[in-house]
């Protein structure tokens, strides 16, 4: 029930935005976060946005540069990129569950593992290479 959208090829140093769209209000109910795996490597978090969207968490890898949001009248969470890295490749995950803080977005965790969130999106390809 969840579409994750807007991956691509794009040089070091630009720009990309992702979207994570509901089918239904999945997302009126469930913090939302997104996730990467890059090949060989486990799924962690990224950034994550509590239900009211008041409370958010960075990785230290992105923080400072990629900044997410939400617009729950369109059911839709934001992950904006900029100053990318060719590190920041990977297939780009967004995730819905009921706890917050969401699991893999905190300090002490931030691998993850599928069976701890309800909705999944299909992965989004981010490749980040001049």
């Known amino acids: 029930q969840l579409q994750a959208s807007g991956g691509g090829l794009v040089q070091p140093g630009g720009s990309l935005r992702l979207s994570c769209a509901a089918s239904k209000s999945t997302l009126d109910y469930y913090a939302t976060g997104w996730f990467r795996q890059a090949s060989g490597k486990e799924r962690e978090g990224v950034s994550c946005?509590?239900?009211?969207?008041?409370?958010?968490f960075y990785g230290d890898s992105v923080k400072d540069r990629f900044t997410i949001s939400r617009d729950n009248a369109k059911n839709t969470v934001y992950l904006q990129m900029s100053n990318l890295r060719p590190e920041d490749t990977a297939l780009y995950y967004c995730?819905?569950?009921?706890?917050?803080?969401?699991?893999?977005?905190?300090?002490?965790?931030?691998?993850?593992?599928?069976?701890?969130?309800?909705?999944w999106g299909q992965g989004t390809l981010v490749t980040v290479s001049s």
């Open positions: 995730g819905a569950g009921l706890a917050w803080p969401l699991p893999g977005c905190t300090r002490a965790r931030m691998v993850v593992s599928t069976s701890e969130y309800d909705y």
């Open positions: 946005i509590s239900l009211s969207g008041g409370s958010t």
